[in-house]
Structure formats: C-alpha cells, structure tokens
C-alpha cells in the first residue's frame, strides 16, 4: 500500500491557529534562537509532520453506537500538559535508533519550520498515466437518469431518520408513513424518487389515510433487497462506477471514506482509491465508488466540512492500490535561516543528486517499543515476546485508558480483566486481548490473527524497513555516492550484480539494495556480509526466510538507495503575518480567491518547494536532507514544547 506521509502525532494547541498563530511566532523564534545557541551546527527544525507509508489498518466493523463512543472517547482523552509530553517523548526513537545516519549534499545546514498548520502542505496524486489530481470542476455528468436537485431537499431530517431505521432493520416497523403536505402529482413523484434513490432497497406506495396524502415506504423483498442495493435502477449505459477527485483538509483518506459512507449509506468496502493519504495536509486524489451517482456525490459538498468532491466521471472500472505513479508535494518551510547560498546549494543538491530513500521515522512507530522489535520477534516465532511486546507497561505519550489496560495486565495478565480497562476496542491492544479470550493464553498464535492482516503485516515489514536503513548507511559510508563492483542494479523486475568491467556504466542512481527475504539475492562485497551478521545477530537466519505461517514469510524486495525527485523548483519569500497562506490551493482557486499580498522586505523567510516523488517514498527525507537536520518526534518535541497539549 502507498501512502502519503503527513503526520507524525497530533500536536494540538490550547487556542484556535489564528488566535494564536503571532504568539506562536515569537515562542518559535525564541526557540529557534535557543536551539541554535545549544546546538554548533545550529540545525533545528520544529513540527516536522509525516505519516508512515503501509501502516493504515484496515478498517474494521463495529456497530456504529460503539464507534461514535470509541471517537469521542478518543476525541477527548487529553494527556498531560506540553512539558509532561516532552518528558514522555524522551522514550521515544530517535534517528539513529532506526539506522538513519547519512546525509549526501555538502552543504551546511539551516533551521526551517515546517508548521503544525496542515496548509503547509500540499499533496497531489499523480496517477498511472502521469496525470496530476486537481479538483478544478463541480460540475455533474447530465444523466436524464438522474432524480431532480429537488430529491434531496424534499424529505425532512425526521424523515430520513426514520427511512434509515426502516433501511437497516433497526426498528420493528415494517413501513414509514410520509404525509404529503402539498398534495400533487409532482410533488408525490418526487418523494417517490428521493426515497428509492436516498434509501436503496425501499419501495413505495401511495395510500389515502383519513382524506390525506401519505407516501408508504416499504421493504419489497425483506432484507435480501439490501444484500446490493446499488442493483436497483442503474442504467446500463453507464458506468458501473463513479470516478471522483477528493480534495480533503487535516482528514486520512480512511476516515474520509468512513464518513462519505455513513452520509451515504452504504458500507466502506465500495470504494476504491490508488493510494492512501494521511491526515495533517491537504491533499488530492482519486476515488472511485460503485454504483452512486455524481448528482448524490456533490450533494455531499452542501453538508461536509473539510471535503470537497469534483471532477466526477463514470467509468466500467475500479482503482486498485498502488496504481499510481507517486505524488507532487508543495510545502512551505517557515522562518528559515539559511543564507541565500545555503538554500540555492540544498535546492540543487536535491534536485541533482537527491536524498537516501531512507523509510522515515512513522515506519517504527512513536512509542518506547518500535514496531521493528514486534516484528522481530514474530519472525523469530517467539509468541511470548510478541504477546509482551504489545501489551505490557511502556514509558511515553500514551492515551490514559491504554496506561491503565497495561497496568492491568502486568498485574494479572488476565485478558478479561484488562479489556475491561480499554473503552476503545478497535486498537491493537484490543484485539490482541479479545483473541486471548477467545483463544485462551496457550494459542497466542491465533489470537494474535485476530489482528486484521495489515497491521500484522506491518510489524515484520517495520523489521525489513529497519534492517535496509541500516544496510544502506554501511552501504554510503563504505563506498560512498558511486556504483561499485558487487552493488545491485535492476533489469526489469530482475536484481543482477554489477561487474568489474561494467561498473562505468552505472551511478548510483542506479544502485538498489534488498529487504531480507527468501526471494532476493545480497550484494557481493562487505554489506552482504553485513546483512547476514546483522541477522544472525537477531537470531534470524538470512537463508531461511520463510516462516512456519505463510502470511509471515518474507520474499523481500529491492529499493533504490537515491531517489532523485522530479519537478524540483522552489522560492524564497518574504512574510509578516504566520497566519497567511503562502500559496493558493484548488479550492482557493475554484472559489476566486486572490494570490496572497506578500511584502517585498518582511520580518521572515519562507522557502516554497515543490517536487514529485515515486510511491513508498518519505517527503520528510528529502526536507531532512535539505535541512540536515533530525525529523524524530523526540528531537521535534525537545526543541519545541511550548504550546503542544
């Protein structure tokens, strides 16, 4: 799965953005200051925001009134104050810690702040056919098909309250009896339509009850006609699906979808995306859903925050995962530092060499336990010490709840016991200790599968990820930027050593290097052996990479150790106010907005960059190497606490 890497935690304020945003300023410049005086090299960064690539979890079913109640459980556990989080964050990972060490431009660092504000960045999908997502049209497809505007607006909240209870089984009526206040044919007609095209699986009727007008609606063929209600009155002429462009604010591409099905109606497993995108930016990207009409789909800008959905077309095809070419990001790091110099070097450096195809720091999660070390240990099929691992007592930023689940289990190690501390069931914690209780303590195996799939994917994939950023900065420091005798280079999908006598032949942009597995083979020179030792040193063995439980073998795979983005271009600017946007959006230029108004000569410094990276590869690399500086959570947070909450 690709995935667009955005945020690392939620840094929260006290006050609203804007109320706060000058005050923030000033607290950023004195610790900018501060830092710099601390630190020789003087390099500093603050609010560096990321997501991990491959790491969302599956979405998994709950009964809605559980779900709202886990959300705002969620929505309110507010944990400590901002100089008990950064104590907290002292347990957490560092770069070091995961294999992070090597740089590739020369020239000196400088201090930049990518801001807490989402705005600052801007992520656009570029698909298959190398076309860039923009939402540049609200316009919806005529369809003669399509009920008329007046379907939307014509039943009352009450209505659909009940229509929806009457969809779902969720109440004991078999029917819902709508008065027709103004009696018409037109307008009996369009109730009809709204209902059967709102509430699939409905039919109706109309029924004269005491002199008055009433719309029956009704289940025609109990609950087999909800089995696939998208069935009902779709032409055949068209498309099977809706293709859609969703431009989304401080949103994951999974709540997303979680919220445009409840509006809907329909269950998630509909739609169909090419790559995930994360949470704090604002991004764009394709969507595609079975069998709603782009009429429904726009009614949906009328009602959300944050969404907006356009460019609709219908098509005979879903999306699949990873059907994409990459992405184009526009960032703006504040409040720099660097000279004129030192940014023209750092700019050129990145778009002529580029930046080690590091996987970032959200690859090994943000608490005192790496998700590498859980992986590590599934791979060494040591079931004790993944069952621990995941669940006993850890120091760091953590949700009150799961402090207290852990401390329950330390003391009793009794799943029913420590499940009773958890309100939110969906997280791993949960699911590992439901599967505890229904498997019972001797099979942790099979309630360790209780995990939906892709979480329990991540942790041996987190293993692999940690191992390839270790090998690759052996790898710089022993051979440095040029392609060797013994490296890996691909032809097509096959991996094959480079030869003395060809060695001329390739750069380093050429050179890959392998994720352990059964199916890769090793480079010929000191980081093969590298590879092996450090294995061994996990009591793993390099040659015997399948596990007794298929899910978790390893085939590995091969990474480019540069990656050279594309459409690098970037500019200086000037600015006095940290409120004001520094580029327009696609919103912002569908609703008319203006360029913002930028003083030639203000009080700070912006760098805009642009640039288009591959899937799979991390943003906050290529801004690391630019800033040479560490993108951890723990060295963001201990040079920046003052108004994290």
Known sequence: METVEVNSVSLKRPRSEDDVANADEIKRQKILEKSKAENDSGQSIENVTEQPEDTKSEIIPTEE?????????????????????????????????????????????????????????????????GRVSHLDDFSVPVDDE??????????????????????????KETSVAIEVIEDTKEKRTIIHQAVKSLFPGLETKTEDRDGKKYIIAYHAAGKKALANPRKHSWPKSRGSYCHFVLYKENKDTMDAINVLSKFLRVKPN????????????????????????????????????????????YKNHPLKLGELQGNHFTVVLRNITGTDEQIQQAMHSLR????????????FG??????????????????NEVMDLI????????????????????????????LKKLPVKRCVEGQLLRGLLKYGMKNIISAFGIIPRNNRLMYIHSY?????????????????????PGDLILKGATAVHIEEGDVDNYTIHDVVMPLPGFDVIYPKHKIGEAYKDMLVADNLDINNMRHKIRDYSLSGAYRKIII??????????AYDDPKIPLFTTDLDKLEGKPLPVLPTDGKFRALKMEFSLPPSTYATMAIREVLKMDTSIKNQTQLNTTWLR
């Open 270 to 313: 509909i739609f169909s995306y090419m790559g995930t995108k994360d949470k704090r930016a604002i991004t764009v990207q394709e969507i595609a859903v079975l069998r709603i009409t782009a009429q429904r789909l726009a009614h949906l800008n009328k009602c959300l925050m944050n969404f907006k959905l356009g460019n609709f077309s």
């Open 352 to 363: 002529e060499i580029g930046f080690i195809n590091y996987y970032g720091m959200q690859r």
């Open 464 to 484: 692999q990820s940690y191992v390839w950023n270790n090998m690759v900065s052996k790898r710089i420091e022993e051979y440095g930027l040029k392609a060797v």
């Open 146 to 171: 399509d009920p008329s505007e007046e379907t939307f607006t014509v039943l009352s909240d009450e209505d659909k309250q009940r229509l929806e209870e009457l969809q779902l089984f969720k109440n």
């Open 391 to 418: 669940l006993k007592p850890r120091p760091g930023a953590e949700k009150g709840y799961l402090v207290k689940c852990r401390e329950e289990w330390a003391k009793t190690k009794d799943p029913a016991a420590a």
């Open 564 to 573: 050279r983005p594309q459409n690098v271009n970037w500019e200086v600017v």
């Open 366 to 383: 943000t608490t005192a336990v790496p998700t590498y070390q859980i992986g590590r240990a599934i791979l060494q099929n040591n079931w």
């Open 65 to 129: 009134s559980e779900e709202q109640e886990e959300e705002e459980l969620e929505d309110s556990d507010e944990d400590g104050d901002p100089e008990s989080f950064a104590d907290m964050m002292k347990h957490g990972l560092t770069e070091s810690d995961v294999g992070i060490t090597k740089f590739v431009s020369s020239h000196k660092g400088f201090s930049g702040i990518l801001k807490e504000r989402y705005s600052d960045f801007v992520v656009h999908e570029i698909g298959k056919d």
